[in-house]
């Protein structure tokens, strides 16, 4: 057991690091399913409405297929992407504590101490268990608080935590494959969508009498979805996913001893001996393509998903005025299916946001690894280089709301044979979202060139916005809360009138609030550490 | 000819650190300025003003006879930089990397950039994210001297390389001034690189210059030992100016006699009569060892 020597320093030192982001998002992940409890239960007060609402192939490519009617059965359907995020974290943070550790040498550092030699993969590991593990117990705790059996809300929280250890362990052995976390984030995150796609594929098939029905069973996330809470509580289902993660474990110990701190098992690539680069924008293009290219056929998919289940949607709409009152507080208009469409994109609008809040921070990011010195050292000016990346803070999120727009007027369109006529409106409805995108944006700037110790706390601009809208979704809140979005002062495309004073009064926002960012990087000193 | 570099009274505060405290420097055309200090006397800063990466906060600092804050972008295309960390861009080759701040900074000599890549001994197809410490260094060091440039800021360029990459970096900077005149500022904790390139040093303690000159103008400075074995007793030796730590051991007279001072005191010597003597010559290290230390800055 020398090789798990220090193993409680560094859980101390992770969760010290971590202290701040990982209660959030346990606390985000209990409370968005607390919440739920009562909006669903209110919405959707009987069993047939609930059938009604679930029956529908966009939903089951979604979320998959509704076990029962009881209202701990239905939101559990409906949370449905909750595992997926949890996986997610749990995968990056497993990822975040070794290999970029290792990439940055600090784990060196501390391996050169009295650290054996598995205990950074031991403590990053039993770090993401326990915080997995204190989210299911929080979470059996709150939706039994909502008046939800004992057994089902264990389940949800064994449901829940259960994937997050596959996917922890996941990224466990995905950080021992490669030398680069980037790529390590990569492997694992496949897994994580592919997982997702074969339940997705699976349990469309499923619903259609299709051959491919099978294909569920090959992914974890659908093992511990049908753990189905509320209903059957499978609880072997949960046995089966703690021995694929003890499995995975195994696989990581061992292929973390077969190689060097630092080496990836996976072979390095040589690059060529001459470059083509040579500007600031070829850099940046360089450096944010693979972003780009993600963000957008990441936008592509959700606008065909939204586009395929929209006329479904709208019969739904009909019948539940409740929902429809929902979709138009997040932004829709008066028609059924454009008021679904508004609501969607302001979600499209908000994710957007966070994209580009990521590609501004780029800057940053540049600038505290000490790559931006020698650039800056060159005949490049200030304004020039941030330009180079602010190219994609701007065009980026256009670019991937252009293809949300374009592909749901083609999926929506197919479906109501009126292609030509959709994928103008709904495009025009996306890029709608950008003046709001590029605000939010630009205060990322104005942090970076303004207070750049704080830029982090650029993501506040995106977080809030998320927050409110949705919120307001459920729950109509005071308007002054409303007025702080800039998403609220939007048009609410497609349907809603347009008026040109709003999209004005932001932009002008977003450009002085920009330039204040670069004048501040134009005077002030680089680096600030 | 104008100084390359000229900075008066120049001051940086960050929050309650004074990390230059009214610094003077020069650096001649053509010249190997040498810039040495303890570990954050504020090297690096005075370099980052230079570069017009950090404003000072009072003083004046010129360089190639402009202003290095307000004439940055023009500047930068006469000079070249290499920091003593080099980071790079973990999925770029190393040659991709030096391709791109050649041709940032307006281009690159290739026959030249060949010529490095082979006496430095660089793979320029490995990516960045496998290069060692050293190697990276490497990377900043050939797109910094294959440019076409009148001055190079060096601030602890050779840190990680090994002593023969650490040679061939000697005998490149010897060619780029020799040859074709550049201007050098190097920042470094290496005498003997200082003493093997440099024409003038400064050195710098807490944000100061507290000396600068040529390397024989310094060893001036320094103090010679001698050990002794007298014919008399040693009397009035401990009055005489500039003696330090005079002791006897094992019948031998040993001290410590500071360079000017060191006629005065053979006289007195002889005087007294000398079976034998040694005498130890100055050294660098010492005199930069007490330049370091507190004291020295008064
Ligand atoms: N951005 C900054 N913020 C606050 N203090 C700083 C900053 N940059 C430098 N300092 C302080 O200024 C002083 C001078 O630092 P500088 O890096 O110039 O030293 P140096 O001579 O280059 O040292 P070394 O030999 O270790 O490289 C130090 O006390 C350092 O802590
Ligand atoms: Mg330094």
Redesign the interface.
């Known amino acids: 057991m020398k090789t798990l020597a220090g193993t409680g320093g560094l859980i101390r030192l992770i969760l010290r690091r971590d202290r701040i982001i990982l209660p959030i998002w346990i606390v985000v992940l209990c409370a968005i399913p607390m919440s739920y409890v009562k909006q669903y239960g209110d919405l959707f007060p009987t069993a047939q409405s609930r059938l009604d609402y679930a029956n529908n192939a966009g939903f089951i490519t979604l979320y998959g297929e509704l076990s029962g009617t009881s209202l701990g059965e239905f939101v559990t359907w409906r949370l449905g992407f909750v595992p997926v995020m949890v996986g997610l974290i749990s995968l990056l943070t497993v990822i975040r504590h070794t290999r970029v550790e290792e990439?940055t040498g600090r784990s060196e550092l501390l391996g050169s101490s009295v650290v054996g030699r598995h205990a950074g993969l031991a403590a990053a590991l039993l770090s993401t268990f326990g915080a997995n593990l204190v989210l299911a117990v929080l979470l059996a705790l709150g939706m039994h608080s909502q008046d939800l059996p004992w057994s089902g809300s264990v389940a949800i929280g064994a449901e829940f935590a259960t994937t997050g250890w596959f996917f922890a362990a996941v990224g466990a052995v995905a950080a021992q494959l490669s030398?680069?976390a980037?790529t390590s984030r990569g492997i694992a995150i496949s897994v994580l969508g592919a997982a997702y796609v074969l339940r997705a594929v699976g349990d469309t098939s499923a619903h259609t009498d299709g051959p491919l029905a099978c294909l569920s069973w090959l992914s974890p996330i659908a093992w511990a979805q049908r753990i189905h809470p509320y209903g059957e509580n499978r609880w072997w289902l949960a046995v089966v996913m703690l021995a694929a993660t003890a499995v995975l474990v195994a696989v990581a110990i061992n292929l973390a001893v077969r190689r060097d701190v630092g080496a990836g098992l996976l072979p390095?690539?040589?690059?060529?001996?001459?470059?083509?680069?040579?500007?600031?924008l070829?850099?940046a293009w360089?450096?944010h393509r693979g972003l780009l290219a993600a963000w957008t056929v990441g936008f592509a998919l959700l606008g065909l998903l939204f586009g395929g289940v929209a006329e479904g949607v709208g019969d739904i709409l009909r019948d539940e005025p409740k929902a429809k009152e929902m979709f138009e507080r997040l932004g829709g208009s008066a028609g059924l299916i454009d008021s679904f469409f508004a609501g969607v994109m302001t979600i499209l609008g908000l994710i957007a946001s966070a994209y580009a809040v990521q590609a501004t921070l780029r800057l940053r990011a540049e600038e505290t690894?000490?790559?931006a010195?020698?650039?800056?050292?060159?005949?490049?000016?200030r304004v020039r280089w941030a330009g180079s990346h602010l190219l994609f803070g701007v065009l980026g999120p256009a670019l991937a709301l252009f293809a949300s727009g374009l592909t749901a007027g083609l999926a929506y369109g197919l479906a109501v044979d009126d292609v030509g006529k959709q994928i103008p409106r709904l495009i025009g409805a996306s890029l709608g979202q950008l003046p709001a995108v590029w605000l939010l944006a630009a205060i990322a700037l104005a942090i970076f060139g303004l207070f750049p110790r704080i830029s982090p706390a650029a993501w506040a601009g995106p977080g809030i916005c998320i927050l409110i809208g949705f919120t307001n979704a459920g729950v109509q809140l005071a308007d002054w809360t409303n007025d702080i979005s800039p998403f609220t002062h939007l048009p609410r495309l497609p349907g809603g009138s347009l008026s040109a004073t709003p999209l004005i009064v932001l932009l002008a926002i977003t450009v002085v609030v920009g330039c204040i960012g670069l004048a501040g990087w134009r005077?002030r000193?680089?680096?600030i550490g | 000819m104008p100084a390359a570099i000229s900075t008066e009274g120049l001051v940086k505060t960050f929050g309650r650190t004074r990390a230059l405290d009214g610094l003077d420097l020069t650096v001649r055309t053509g010249e190997v300025h040498g810039f040495l200090g303890p570990n954050g006397a504020g090297k690096t800063t005075t370099i980052r003003i230079l570069l017009g990466m950090t404003r000072a906060s009072s003083g004046t600092a010129r360089l190639l006879d402009s202003d290095p804050w307000s004439d940055a972008t023009d500047l930068h295309k006469r000079l070249a930089y290499v920091p003593g960390d080099v980071t790079l861009w973990p999925n770029l080759s190393g040659g991709e990397a030096i391709d791109l701040l050649g041709r940032m900074r307006g281009g690159l000599d290739k026959k030249r950039k060949a010529d490095l890549l082979e006496r430095f001994d660089l793979d320029p197809r490995k990516k960045a994210r496998t290069y060692s410490k050293g190697n990276r260094q490497k990377v900043a060091l050939v797109a910094a001297l294959a440019s076409d440039v009148e001055l190079l800021l060096l601030d602890e360029p050779t840190s990680g390389l090994d002593p023969l990459m650490e040679e061939v970096f000697r005998e490149v900077v010897q060619e780029v001034t020799d040859r074709d005149g550049r201007t050098v500022l190097l920042s470094s904790h290496i005498l003997s690189e200082v003493e093997a390139l440099c024409d003038r040093v400064t050195i710098i303690r807490a944000g100061r210059a507290v000396e600068s000159g040529t390397l024989s103008e310094l060893r001036h400075l320094t103090r010679t030992s001698i050990r002794a074995e007298l014919a008399g007793a040693m009397n009035g030796l401990a009055q005489l100016d500039g003696i330090h730590d005079l002791r006897v051991e094992d019948g031998l007279v040993r001290f410590d006699v500071d360079t000017d001072e060191i006629n005065p005191v053979l006289r007195r010597l002889t005087e007294i009569g000398v079976r034998s003597l040694v005498s130890q010559p100055p050294s660098l290290e010492e005199l930069f060892l007490r330049l370091y230390e507190p004291e020295a800055a008064k």
């Open positions: 990439e030398a680069n980037g390095a690539r040589l690059g060529p001996a001459e470059g083509s680069l040579g500007s600031p070829g850099l360089r450096l690894s000490g790559r010195e020698p650039v800056l050292a060159t005949a490049t000016g005077r000193d680089v680096p």
